[in-house]
């Protein structure tokens, strides 16, 4: 299977796949995606949930506002663990306990 995955394990005569990076010769610390999208996805995952959130007060067709729901307390609940786990690795390298 060509593209971004490549078989690299035949051992016991399974089939094993492992995302490779486009560039082969990049580092494994580089990013895949630009900084913007990188940095403004936890702002993403908030608004997806509060906007989320609020439809679920307004939709009142089928099961749609207990998935609207569960779906806005997701992506809040996502957005704050990215948010505060980036914060918490730039204080940890900021100090230089890079671990």
């Not at 679920?56 to 786990?85: D, E, Q």
């Amino acid at each position: 299977m060509p593209g971004f995955f490549a078989p690299f394990d035949w051992t016991r005569g399974r089939r094993q796949w492992k995302m490779v990076c486009p560039g082969a010769n990049k580092k494994p610390e580089q990013m895949w995606v630009s900084k913007p999208i990188y940095e403004g996805l936890p702002y993403f995952y908030l608004i997806v949930g509060v906007v989320t959130l609020a439809a679920s007060m307004y939709v009142n067709h089928w099961y749609w506002p207990t998935i609207s729901f569960v779906t806005g307390m997701f992506c809040l609940v996502a957005g704050l663990v990215v948010l505060l786990k980036r914060r918490d690795a730039r204080m940890k390298v900021k100090r230089g306990q890079k671990s």
